[in-house]
């Protein structure tokens, strides 16, 4: 008997629809929610990215601006641009498509958005805020999985949660979001000895590794709620379809609840980009 499938895609356009009303609710106070987008360069997978944000704004009313430059494009530029969109109005969250060319400090960049603009939830101010246990912008990614974990009645309070990973855009954040919710984590990486023991006392296993099916079924409690983060392009001799860190199909009958990939983390990654700037939008309202 398999798994019950957590089906993102499903809870997305739940929240989504949920969306509309408060992006309404702002337009028609003269404060309709804004996003800037900067993409630089043209790595096509950043691409289909910021086209999906941009369409997902789009079709909640929340406006939308996207900015490209070329891969050479100055750090300077993208400086001076991020300070214009600080003192924007119109603009309640700047994102900068990651991962950007090799020339830029990406660090110095994400340091210059304006906090309260800090959608993507990566601005040191926010991470710690995290840290503290009272955030203000969360990780798209990672709060996805927590509305996931509520939408399917999982709290993780007393609970094992392993989290394979410690990106600051994912695994990190996902295990500060994991023990905030109380449960007890561990924290997996390259140099963790004996990964799988580790895996296998999860009652809450996540998987944000980026490594196609890199968690089997042996690694799995039977009856845990396994949710993968992964999103890995198989190679064209496998058919070159998308696939994430779990082994889907040994797994999902070995664990209670599972998240597909696609339709899984994924579509709840763009909504909470939506839900932060939403919120944005309705904080600055209210000071
Ligand atoms: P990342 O920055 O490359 O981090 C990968 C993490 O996995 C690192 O902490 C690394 O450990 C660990 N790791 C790598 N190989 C390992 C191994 N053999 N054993 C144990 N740990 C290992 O990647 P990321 O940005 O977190 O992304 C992870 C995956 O999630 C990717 O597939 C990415 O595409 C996907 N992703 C999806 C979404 C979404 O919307 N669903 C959003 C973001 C990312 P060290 O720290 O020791 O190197």
Redesign the pocket.
């Known amino acids: 008997m398999g798994g019950r499938l957590i089906d993102g895609k499903a809870l997305a356009s739940s929240l989504r629809a949920a969306f509309k009303t408060r992006v309404a609710a702002l337009s028609a106070q003269g404060h309709r929610p804004g996003l800037a987008v900067i993409l630089a360069g043209e790595n096509p997978a950043s691409q289909v990215y910021v086209r999906n944000k941009v369409d997902a704004c789009e079709a909640v009313g929340i406006f939308s601006l996207k900015i490209d430059y070329p891969a050479n494009v100055p750090q300077e530029t993208l400086l001076a641009k991020i300070a214009d969109l600080n003192a924007d109005p119109a603009i309640h969250g700047i994102l900068v498509q990651l991962p950007l060319p090799d020339h830029i400090d990406e660090e110095a960049v994400l340091e210059v958005i304006a906090p309260e603009k800090d959608v993507d939830g990566f601005h040191a101010v926010n991470v710690g805020a995290l840290a503290q246990g009272n955030p203000r912008f969360i990780p798209c990614?990672p709060y996805g999985v927590m509305k996931m974990l509520e939408a399917n009645r999982i709290d993780p309070a007393g609970k094992e949660a392993v989290v394979?990973?410690?990106?600051n855009?994912?695994?990190k954040p996902m295990a500060l979001l994991l023990l905030g919710a109380n449960a007890t984590v561990t924290v997996?990486?390259?140099?963790?000895r004996d990964?799988a023991a580790h895996a296998r006392r999860a009652d809450i296993l996540v998987a944000?590794?980026?490594?196609p099916r890199f968690v089997t079924a042996d690694m799995v409690k039977p009856g845990a709620v396994v949710i993968d983060?992964?999103?890995?392009r198989l190679p064209a001799e496998e058919g070159g379809k998308l696939c994430g860190?779990v082994d889907f199909e040994a797994v999902k009958e070995v664990a209670s609840l599972i998240t597909p990939v696609p339709g899984g983390?994924?579509p709840m990654?763009i909504t909470m980009l939506l839900a932060n700037t939403i919120e944005a939008a309705e904080r600055e309202l209210e000071t």
């Open positions: 990614t394979i990973g410690r990106s855009i994912a695994g997996c990486h390259s140099k963790t990964l944000a590794v980026g490594r983060v992964g999103i890995n860190d983390v994924g990654t």
